[in-house]
């Protein structure tokens, strides 16, 4: 019998997407559960999101979620907790194929944690090859691809990183330009009005200084109907809801439709 080298590694397949301009549709995992991201990547979502930052469980769930998506050809992005080196490094180690960076504020802070993210002599990311990423040291070369192979997603998520956006966009290194909704619509003064003038425009400058840059800007939407719409609208980098509200959401369309039929 031959040895096959397979796993659950995506090998830079969705950056190269994602650069190349293609289109993709994914979902936040937040419920600390590896059971719940596998039924996701069944779904057939070309991405999951694990949340650390505002998901229900902690770094540990890299080490689950990585596989069992992966087991569907699904690769896993991790926003991390913070831009912090070790944060970074250790959800790398377990085979992410991307980062998202929360709260990202202007162009030095993006340029900071991009060198987190590079092996030396390109920045200061740990080097070891005893994990999941080097395939527990049956692959040492992945190191020498690494830098290439790992999605780099940035949220925009304040006033000042929509000012920042083309500085931000223009930095090599940088792959996604990802509006956060709900952070973003607090700080200019409209929480939760996606149809504010003040929060459209927003949006339109983080699309435009993407486009000019030949860079993807994402969001995160409700449902599948408002995805197209973005879609539509020349965003491609798209997180429709989350596990936890995917499932709320057909829980209760279910009982309505139950409910409703009963008292016909």
């Not at 790992?150 to 090599?172: C, G, K, R, T, Y």
């Not at 792959?175 to 607090?186: A, E, K, N, Q, T």
Request: with cysteine.
């Amino acid at each position: 019998m031959t040895l096959v080298d397979s796993g659950p590694l995506n090998n830079g397949a969705l950056a190269q997407a994602v650069r190349s301009g293609e289109s993709t549709l994914g979902t936040f995992v937040g419920t600390a559960s590896a059971v719940v991201a596998e039924v996701c990547a069944a779904a057939g979502f070309d991405w999951l999101l694990l949340d650390l930052e505002h998901g229900a469980g902690g770094e540990e769930q890299v080490r689950d979620v990585v596989p069992v998506a992966g087991a569907y050809g699904v690769p896993t992005v991790v926003r991390v907790e913070s831009d912090a080196r070790i944060r970074m490094g250790r959800v790398l180690d377990n085979g992410a194929a991307g980062i998202m960076l929360p709260r990202m504020e202007n162009a030095g802070q993006v340029r900071e944690a991009l060198i987190h993210l590079r092996f030396p002599p390109q920045g200061d990311r740990g080097v070891a090859t005893y994990n999941r990423a080097c395939r527990f040291g049956l692959d040492p070369g992945a190191l020498d691809r690494a830098d290439d192979e790992i999605l780099v997603v940035v949220q925009i998520e304040s006033a000042a990183a929509v000012a920042a956006a083309d500085e931000i966009a223009a930095i090599d290194g940088v792959d996604v330009l990802f509006i956060g909704p709900r952070d973003l619509s607090h700080d200019l003064g409209v929480p939760g009005d996606t149809s504010a003038p003040a929060f459209v425009e927003a949006l339109e400058t983080v699309l435009a200084a993407g486009q000019r840059h030949g860079k993807a800007c994402g969001l995160l939407v409700n449902d599948g109907l408002a995805a197209a719409q973005r879609l539509g609208q020349g965003w491609t980098f798209v997180a429709i809801g989350s596990d936890s509200t995917l499932l709320a959401a057909a829980s209760r369309s279910a009982l309505h439709q139950a409910r409703e039929r009963e008292h016909a």
